[in-house]
């Protein structure tokens, strides 16, 4: 008994060694809430449970040593693919919402030095656009001064 809860140790410490990037993967894919998933993070998720299904199978004497090493070799495979497409998925999001916040707040300062150079109106002190003649609120006339 005592022998082999010691070899059943090892074999754990051995198996946490080797996935030891993939079970941190899997933690913090499972931070988030699971509606929250990406299809690859879903992938990832689904490839990393079945590996350590397969882990928890053999070391529960459910599988056998040629089952147990085919079928992790396989999963392997389809973790690491699943893995590395998750890591391309997130980087394309992060360069994606980059740039979007970059446009959208060039499209705020547009819009708000456009109102700061455009006449307030003398009526409601709404700030129109540069070049109005009317307040785009109430219609009141501007009081604009006409160059040349
Ligand atoms: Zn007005």
């Known amino acids: 008994m005592g022998f082999f809860f010691g070899a059943a140790l090892v074999a754990a410490a051995v198996v946490l060694f080797i996935l030891q990037p993939v079970v941190k993967g899997l933690h913090a894919s499972l931070v988030r809430a699971e509606d929250e998933l990406t299809d690859t993070e879903a992938r990832k998720k689904v490839a990393l449970l079945a590996l350590r299904d397969v882990e928890y199978d053999y070391l529960a004497g459910k599988l056998d040593e040629n089952d147990y090493r085919s079928l992790k070799s396989e999963l392997t495979v389809e973790a690491l693919a699943a893995l590395e497409a998750d890591e391309a998925a997130r980087a394309a999001l992060a360069d ?53």
């Open 96 to 148: 994606g919402q980059a740039s979007g916040d970059v446009d959208l707040e060039a499209e705020i300062a547009r819009v708000r030095s456009k109102l700061k150079a455009g006449p307030l109106c003398p009526s409601c002190g709404y700030a129109n656009e540069e070049g109005s003649r009317f307040c785009s609120a109430c219609g009141s006339p501007l009081l604009t001064q006409v160059a040349g």
